[in-house]
């Protein structure tokens, strides 16, 4: 197993709310750019949808407005199946589509038994069966998973990490 951790960020994703979209993914990996151990980068790599230039032609519609629909699918599915751990993100910053490709991305992590941390307030995803079988730990905000420094609790299980 590699030293570095990788992360998959999975969330909502589209074009009329993509500054939201895009601003707890950069939060998230902004802190942990920042985030030393020995002096040196935190060794974690973000695989997030949205890394590459197509996201600034994201519509309503979301990534099926740049990229050919299988290609979302195969291209998604590639990266839950390369991460060490999912941070599945529910906001859909007030917008009424549904988080149908996040749904399925919380599905593979189950099935490729993959952590899931869910950030959410929605008591729909905190108490269907569905979703409560799936999800590792739960928390409110990206400050509070920054806060409560759960990615790093991760890190060192995995990897003996001294400290």
Known sequence: MSDE???YLAGFIQG??????????????EFYSNWKVTGKPYPICFLDPLNGEKFN???????????PPKAIVHKDYTCVDKADLIVCN???FGENRPL???IYE???AWMLRKPVVMITDNVVFENHPFVTDTVSWYVK????LLQKKILNEFYKAWHSAQY
């Open 5 to 7: 951790m990788k992360v």
């Open 16 to 29: 009329a709310c993509i500054d939201k979209c895009t601003a707890w993914r950069k939060q998230i990996r």
């Open 57 to 67: 032609e994201i519509s309503s519609d979301g990534l099926k407005g740049c990229f």
């Open 90 to 92: 529910t906001d859909t």
């Open 100 to 102: 149908l490709g996040t």
């Open 106 to 108: 919380l599905a593979w």
């Open 141 to 144: 905000s990206v400050e509070e």
